[in-house]
């Protein structure tokens, strides 16, 4: 099993339209979770970045964490064709021992924003 | 602006020969790291640094090689070792040993 789990897509959805993305996860030691949008041959780029459980906001992207039942989740209000990307959710455990942290990333969500 | 920047941005190399990937940042983050990325397979860690002229194998160190002898720059050497090295080759930094990744555009090899 893999430690963190995300279903690869391809989601289509009509513009306008609430996105809801999903990640799963095995670790229990995870704290810190993030998304991150990667278009076609780019580089990821951060979207979202929380720590523990809970809820946060900026602008249309809305980011959760259900820790108890190790589920993160990423809402996209008012979808736009230029939200047409890979999601990808990565998350990592505390920072104990001042070593670096190592991000374990999902394998990504493709999502199609149709005008 | 502050960022990282990527070169190559396709690379083209004939089996055997090594080949470096460039990473430079100039966001004055101590750590880098290097990721490979496969179609379904998501980011793999293949390097990381946290200091300048200090470095740790990541999950897929083998046929791979890296220095860090300035801050500002991390170079990924791809040697004949690696097996399968056909891949879209991804550069990032952070603060300290923050959890905040933030990634540059990337260097697409392929090997032939």
């Known amino acids: 099993q893999k430690e963190v789990e995300q279903d690869p897509g391809p989601l289509s959805v009509p513009e306008g339209a609430i996105v809801s993305l999903n990640c799963t996860y095995s670790?229990?030691?995870?704290?810190?979770f993030m998304w991150y949008r990667q278009y076609s041959r780019k580089g990821p780029e951060l979207l979202m970045y929380t720590y523990s459980s809970g809820n946060k906001e900026d602008g249309r992207f809305t980011a959760q964490v259900d820790k108890s039942s190790k589920y993160i989740s990423l809402f996209i209000r008012d979808s736009q064709p230029s939200d047409s990307a890979t999601y990808l959710c990565a998350m990592s455990s505390a920072n104990y021992g001042g070593a670096t942290n190592k991000l374990i990333f999902g394998t990504g969500t493709l999502l199609a924003v149709q005008p | 602006d502050g960022g990282i920047t990527q070169s190559p941005k396709y690379l083209f190399r004939k089996e055997g020969q090594n080949v470096t990937l460039s990473c430079e940042q100039n966001l004055n983050h101590d750590a880098m790291y290097w990721y490979r990325q496969d179609p379904g397979q998501g980011l793999r860690l293949i390097y990381y640094?946290?200091?300048?002229?200090?470095?740790q194998k990541g999950d897929i160190a083998e046929g791979y090689s890296v220095s860090r002898e300035k801050k500002e720059s991390f170079p990924l050497t791809v040697t004949s070792a690696q097996k399968n090295p056909t891949a879209f080759y991804l550069c990032?930094?952070?603060?300290?040993?923050?959890?905040?990744?933030?990634f540059g555009p990337g260097t697409r090899l392929t090997v032939t």
């Open positions: 640094s946290q200091i300048v002229n200090d470095f």
């Open positions: 670790n229990s030691a995870f704290q810190y």
């Open positions: 990032a930094s952070s603060k300290d040993r923050g959890h905040e990744q933030y």
